[in-house]
């Protein structure tokens, strides 16, 4: 009866958005009518069909639904989160109207153009969501009055099976039903934290449990090194008996980790990442506004570059810019672009100023640099020297959002491992540090700032960043 209720539940769905991208195409044909179509609804809806029409939109109902179904969202996601859904969505429906717009292209449909398009996709894309969420909201009205619940089993009885499990059933809107847990010792002290708990039978008796029992999902809560041959017995069982089988996937206990599952020509596979859930997914788009906004910018800031240019290069001997070796993703190594701010010889002289450091752990910062020009002075206090990293962002060596690039210097003083954990994003011309107080930040505090800028990040983060920087420019406070 699940199994039929769930097939039911997938070809509505897949009958549901095709039904929605009808809906939405012919309403926008309507509303932006060429002078072919009727301007009165009933003669739009009376008009007569080609055969080459219907074998059309056939074949875009079919792609549709395909590409729907790559993006995943033909799948149970009872445990998924709505905004991941939207978001799957949202790419489902603008690579499928897209792929409605080249063959509308190919094929010379004078019809459909630009506004219908655009206003296909819009409406479509709405109209989606809308329907799905309501479909799930309904669901979940099910589930929470006690229908259309979920047998549960948990496999363990740990304070890693118990917390898994508190926090599963404490989601009512999830529908499952706690039958118990499965272990050769359950403590009942510790299962008081839930009020269904308690023990089903013990783990050689669970071929006996899942043959007797009506159980529609086990969760797999044990110790991986210890007991990895019965875990691989009962998920092999679960598999013969067409069972869902769930197993958290922090075997390994990473405090910063995170996980996330795929398949590679039909091999499962376990993806371990540290950082923000997003990054997997968004940071293309995050390349893509680096790419547009510096080029934007290199064009608006021409003037301003070439004047700056200009006064470096008639106020002190030595070329324009300065390129340094900095670290980069992943521990790459790049040539960075400043305008130069220091006297030519200044690398030569840093060993001679060691001694004179002021700032904390491998920085090296001392107030009032002898080595720093006149105008220099003036394009470090306003991080204006700052500028022709666009060009680095522009070659995707930085970005504009990201942990600043160190030296090799501070980078070879770095004896904290956790530290280094900042190479694992593209860094970039401004960041939390640069917004939290810059050069008064301690360097154990910038480090912590920056890893919590990696974890946090988003698109969101990022444009708040940016519009904090600006204000920070006008005050002239960098060294």
Request: aromatic content about 12%; overall charge positive; some cysteine.
């Given at each position: 009866m699940i199994q039929l209720r769930k097939k039911v539940l997938a070809k509505g769905t897949r009958v549901l958005d095709i039904l929605?991208?009808?809906?939405?195409?012919?309403?926008?044909?309507?509303?932006?009518?060429?002078?072919?179509?009727?301007?009165?609804?009933?003669?739009?809806?009376?008009?007569?069909?080609?055969?080459?029409n219907i074998i059309a939109f056939f074949m875009l109902g079919i792609a549709w639904n395909r590409l729907f179904a790559f993006f995943g969202l033909y799948e149970v996601r009872r445990l998924g989160n709505r905004f991941r859904e939207w978001w799957d969505i949202f790419k489902a429906v603008s690579i499928s109207v897209m792929f409605f717009a080249a063959i509308s292209f190919l094929t010379s449909r004078r019809n459909v153009g630009n506004e219908v398009l655009l206003t296909f996709w819009a409406s479509c894309l709405v109209l989606t969501i809308v329907a799905r969420t309501a479909v799930r909201e309904y669901l979940v009205y099910l589930r929470t009055h006690g229908r259309n619940l979920r047998k549960v089993v948990f496999v363990?009885?740990?304070?890693?099976?118990?917390?898994?499990?508190?926090?599963?059933?404490?989601?009512?809107?999830?529908?499952?039903?706690?039958?118990?847990?499965?272990?050769?010792?359950?403590?009942?002290?510790?299962?008081?934290?839930?009020?269904?708990?308690?023990?089903?039978?013990?783990?050689?008796?669970?071929?006996?449990?899942?043959?007797e029992q009506v159980v529609d999902e086990v969760f797999i809560?044990?110790?991986?090194?210890?007991?990895?041959?019965?875990?691989?017995?009962?998920?092999?069982?679960?598999?013969?008996?067409?069972?869902?089988?769930?197993?958290?996937?922090?075997?390994?206990?990473?405090?910063t980790g995170k996980s996330s599952a795929f398949s590679l020509n039909g091999i499962p596979m376990l993806t371990m990442y540290s950082g923000s859930e997003n990054q997997l997914e968004q940071l293309w788009i995050k390349r893509t506004m680096d790419i547009i906004l510096s080029t934007l910018a290199l064009i608006?800031?021409?003037?301003?570059?070439?004047?700056?240019?200009?006064?470096?290069?008639?106020?002190?001997?030595?070329?324009?810019?300065?390129?340094?070796?900095?670290?980069?993703?992943?521990?790459?190594?790049?040539?960075m672009i400043k305008f130069r701010t220091m006297v030519e010889n200044a690398e030569t002289l840093l060993a001679d100023l060691e001694h004179m450091n002021q700032a904390d752990g491998p920085a090296f910062k001392i107030e009032n640099d002898p080595r720093i020009t006149r105008i220099g002075k003036w394009l470090r206090k306003t991080s204006l020297d700052e500028l022709p990293q666009l060009f680095n962002v522009l070659q995707g060596e930085m970005s504009l959002v990201g942990p600043r690039p160190l030296p090799l210097r501070d980078v070879m003083g770095i004896d904290e491992r956790w530290q280094k954990r900042r190479f694992s994003m593209r860094p970039g011309l401004t960041c939390l540090w640069q917004v939290n107080g810059r050069h008064k930040v301690r360097f154990q505090e910038w480090m912590k700032l920056d890893l919590e800028y990696i974890d946090r990040w988003s698109l969101g983060l990022d444009l708040k960043i940016m519009l904090k920087t600006f204000p920070i420019m006008l005050k002239a406070t960098g060294q």
């Amino acid at each position: 009866m699940i199994q039929l209720r769930k097939k039911v539940l997938a070809k509505g769905t897949r009958v549901l958005d095709i039904l929605v991208m009808a809906v939405t195409f012919f309403t926008s044909l309507y509303l932006h009518a060429p002078e072919e179509y009727p301007s009165e609804l009933l003669d739009f809806l009376s008009l007569k069909i080609k055969l080459i029409n219907i074998i059309a939109f056939f074949m875009l109902g079919i792609a549709w639904n395909r590409l729907f179904a790559f993006f995943g969202l033909y799948e149970v996601r009872r445990l998924g989160n709505r905004f991941r859904e939207w978001w799957d969505i949202f790419k489902a429906v603008s690579i499928s109207v897209m792929f409605f717009a080249a063959i509308s292209f190919l094929t010379s449909r004078r019809n459909v153009g630009n506004e219908v398009l655009l206003t296909f996709w819009a409406s479509c894309l709405v109209l989606t969501i809308v329907a799905r969420t309501a479909v799930r909201e309904y669901l979940v009205y099910l589930r929470t009055h006690g229908r259309n619940l979920r047998k549960v089993v948990f496999v363990g009885s740990g304070p890693r099976a118990l917390d898994v499990a508190q926090k599963v059933m404490s989601r009512s809107e999830l529908g499952y039903q706690l039958l118990g847990f499965v272990d050769d010792y359950f403590d009942t002290v510790q299962g008081k934290a839930l009020p269904t708990a308690k023990r089903l039978c013990g783990l050689d008796e669970f071929p006996r449990l899942i043959d007797e029992q009506v159980v529609d999902e086990v969760f797999i809560c044990l110790p991986i090194k210890s007991y990895y041959e019965k875990i691989r017995k009962i998920a092999h069982i679960c598999q013969e008996l067409g069972i869902v089988c769930r197993v958290p996937s922090d075997w390994f206990e990473l405090t910063t980790g995170k996980s996330s599952a795929f398949s590679l020509n039909g091999i499962p596979m376990l993806t371990m990442y540290s950082g923000s859930e997003n990054q997997l997914e968004q940071l293309w788009i995050k390349r893509t506004m680096d790419i547009i906004l510096s080029t934007l910018a290199l064009i608006l800031f021409a003037p301003l570059l070439t004047f700056i240019a200009f006064l470096i290069k008639v106020s002190s001997n030595g070329p324009v810019f300065f390129t340094q070796e900095r670290v980069g993703f992943n521990r790459r190594l790049f040539k960075m672009i400043k305008f130069r701010t220091m006297v030519e010889n200044a690398e030569t002289l840093l060993a001679d100023l060691e001694h004179m450091n002021q700032a904390d752990g491998p920085a090296f910062k001392i107030e009032n640099d002898p080595r720093i020009t006149r105008i220099g002075k003036w394009l470090r206090k306003t991080s204006l020297d700052e500028l022709p990293q666009l060009f680095n962002v522009l070659q995707g060596e930085m970005s504009l959002v990201g942990p600043r690039p160190l030296p090799l210097r501070d980078v070879m003083g770095i004896d904290e491992r956790w530290q280094k954990r900042r190479f694992s994003m593209r860094p970039g011309l401004t960041c939390l540090w640069q917004v939290n107080g810059r050069h008064k930040v301690r360097f154990q505090e910038w480090m912590k700032l920056d890893l919590e800028y990696i974890d946090r990040w988003s698109l969101g983060l990022d444009l708040k960043i940016m519009l904090k920087t600006f204000p920070i420019m006008l005050k002239a406070t960098g060294q």
